[in-house]
């Protein structure tokens, strides 16, 4: 018998509404004669809870080439597929029920995009650098971590620091893909479910630090182009991790001290921020890569997303890896 017979409900409620309106790959779903509300110091309003929850994926299916967009009905297929997926889980795959942990209580969005990426062409990361190259077998060690010799072997996720999925870009995690924005006229603050991270965005004029004051967010200032926020981050650390979307988040992409990262927020609807950014890294990637897709507004509040508190995961991974040492003697 399959497991997930209590989710069914929950999937046949995503289906329905997910499939009356496909979302668009670009920003103009919002009426012309819409305009954003605005704030007592007469910014556009970006403020509420939203979620960039999606099943688009990140990069592009290879099979895919140069296909932007899906037709309807292929993006409807695709959809349906990635539920199925979701609600497949083998019975003995020990691990979360992937059907409740990645589900809430709003309905997932079919879209007409092939991948969040849309620069290079064929929706994929660039090319890596020689020094990006490099790099990559150490990256790969640490993220996907057969080392239990300490805590900091293993890897950002598993030690409830980051899944990446702040950035800069905001790219969502598996689950709990949920972020709160609050404003005032000096400052945006994006508060995020995961890892229960808040980054900052400074509109005060400052300047960023210099290059050896470091986040692993970065630094990030901001400025309103017409009804646009445009921000725009460096003072990454060489630990600053990303990858996404679902099923791909703990990946092992790394940037390092010379990403820069600008990224733009349009209120298009009243329940829509059209979110794109563009990266470069001259030491990682050999060309910018940009990306795009729409954040949708959800009904708060955020709850703490205790993760240090219920990380048995990590202290069992050690405690079993000295256990396998002491039989080995």
């Not at 293993?154 to 999925?165: A, F, P, Q, T, V």
């Not at 990303?242 to 990403?259: C, H, K, L, V, Y």
């Not at 954040?295 to 703490?304: A, D, Q």
Request: hydrophobic share 35%; aromatic share 8%; proline share 7%.
């Amino acid at each position: 018998m399959n497991r997930r017979i209590g989710t069914f409900a929950l999937v046949a409620a995503w289906l329905a509404p997910a499939l009356t309106s496909l979302a668009q790959p670009t920003a103009s779903d919002g009426s012309a004669s819409w305009a954003p509300s605005r704030t007592a110091d007469g910014q556009p309003d970006l403020q509420g809870h939203w979620t960039n929850d999606t099943f688009t994926p990140f990069e592009r299916p290879v099979e895919l080439g140069d296909k932007a967009v899906f037709t309807p009905d292929e993006a409807a297929a695709f959809f349906r597929s990635k539920v199925d997926d979701l609600n497949g889980q083998e019975a003995d795959d020990i691990h979360y029920d992937d059907a409740i942990w990645q589900a809430e209580n709003y309905a997932k969005v079919a879209s007409v995009r092939t991948s969040l990426i849309t620069e290079p062409s064929n929706g994929r990361l660039p090319a890596l650098t020689p020094q990006g190259k490099e790099r990559l077998p150490q990256q790969r060690a640490t993220q996907r971590a057969v080392s239990a010799d300490s805590a900091a072997s293993r890897s950002l996720g598993e030690r409830c620091i980051s899944w990446g999925n702040v950035g800069p870009p905001m790219l969502p995690p598996t689950y709990n893909a949920n972020l709160q924005i609050l404003q005032t006229k000096d400052l945006v603050a994006i508060r995020h479910e995961m890892m229960h991270d808040v980054r900052m965005v400074y509109l005060d004029g400052r300047p960023h630090p210099p290059p050896s004051v470091q986040w692993m967010a970065g630094h990030s200032v901001g400025r309103f182009e017409g009804d646009t926020l445009v921000v725009d981050t460096t003072n990454f650390t060489p630990w600053t991790n990303f990858r996404g979307s679902p099923q791909n988040t703990r990946q092992d992409i790394f940037a390092t001290e010379s990403m820069h990262v600008v990224e733009r927020f349009t209120r298009t609807a009243e329940d829509s921020i059209h979110y794109s950014f563009t990266v470069e890294d001259p030491a990682t990637w050999v060309e910018p890569w940009s990306g795009e897709m729409d954040i949708r507004r959800t009904e708060g509040p955020i709850y703490e997303y205790a993760c240090h508190e219920g990380n048995l995961g990590l202290a069992n991974i050690l405690s079993a890896a000295r256990v396998a040492e002491r039989a080995r003697k």
